[in-house]
């Protein structure tokens, strides 16, 4: 039966060597544009909210720029009014006359933290416990499987709003919330995956030269199955946005802060007055990520999954 770790591309006989999974993956990735374009954004976006995280950006993002709704500069061009070009003034301001502009700025700041902290939560716990419940079986099994059905029979919107009500608001309350939450299909993958290596020659290898259960599992089996972990991260980094935004839109998630759900809350109102700038440029930068992730996490399980090689 074929390693996952390797893939032979071409017999001995051909005089061909083999390549890592890792290795075909990354060629695969750079043949495939709309990842690579996806990549870009997504890494374009990491770096804008690691800029706002250190002030070098939008660190003045509560201060008065403007009259309030005044709109956005292009607008003004379009309705033939005299307006200068201004970055600040990119999509309008709001009622306090702050730049909207900023304020997206430091939602994607909110956005990729709460999406990178929920992903290594979600990770931590669901390739622990899904390899735990996978390699020994038995009673570890049954108890880790009883656990994660039951935990995942609860509506998830409600388990959320419950735990945001225990831990409170906040930003580390948000991704707490979603990383306790998001775990369950990561679990059931490295259970299945880790069922299907233990048994094979490469582990038998390890247990004959006396390797140790946590040396087999970690060392040997865990490196094998961890493209699933990969895929499941960026699924799991978009899905904790679109959350965060939904949290933040009922009133429990992000506080005293910039977010795509307040702008969002906030442009409920505002749409009756006829301005919709800080609707637009908060769905659009969540638009934009999100679809980056989608496009990048189904070049991710193509690329990395051995099951679709050659397909």
């Known amino acids: ?18 390549k890592s999974l890792w290795r075909h993956a990354f060629e695969s990735l750079k043949k495939n544009r709309m990842a690579m374009i996806s990549l870009s954004v997504v890494s374009f976006y990491m770096v804008v909210a690691l800029l706002s995280l250190s002030g070098v950006i939008a660190s003045d993002w509560a201060k008065e720029v403007g009259s309030a709704y005044d709109a956005p500069f292009w607008v003004k061009w379009i309705n033939g009014e005299e307006a200068a070009f201004s970055m600040t ?14 304020k997206m700025i430091k939602g994607t700041e909110v956005a990729m933290l709460i999406g990178f902290a929920t992903g290594l939560i979600t990770m931590f716990i669901g390739v622990f ?75 038998a290898a390890a247990f004959s030269v006396g390797a140790s259960h946590s040396r087999r599992l970690f060392i040997h089996i865990l490196p094998n199955v961890f ?12 899905m904790a946005i679109k959350s965060e935004v939904i949290l933040s839109y009922l009133g429990l998630g992000v506080q005293e802060r910039p977010s795509w759900g307040i702008m969002i809350d906030d442009a409920k109102l505002e ?23 989608n496009i990048l996490g189904d070049a991710l399980r193509d690329a990395l999954d051995p099951k679709l090689k050659g397909k």
């Open 129 to 203: 416990l899904g390899a735990i419940a996978g390699y020994f079986g038995g009673k570890v099994d049954e108890g880790i499987v009883w656990f994660y059905t039951t935990f995942s029979s609860i509506p998830s919107i409600m388990l959320l709003m419950a735990i945001t009500f225990i831990l409170g608001k906040g930003i580390v309350a948000v991704f707490l919330a979603l990383g306790l939450t998001s775990w369950v299909s990561l679990c059931r993958l490295i259970r299945a995956d880790v069922i299907r290596h233990k048994n094979r020659e490469y582990v």
């Open 89 to 102: 003034h990119l999509f309008g301001t709001d009622i306090l006359g702050r730049s909207v502009f900023l």
């Open 227 to 238: 493209h699933l972990v990969i895929i499941n991260f960026s699924l799991t980094f978009q």
């Open 1 to 18: 039966m074929e390693d996952v770790v390797t893939i032979t591309m071409k017999t001995k006989k051909q005089g061909t060597k083999s």
């Open 271 to 293: 749409l009756a007055r006829g301005v919709w700038w800080q609707l637009l440029a908060a769905t659009l930068g969540m638009f934009v990520i999100v679809l980056a992730f």
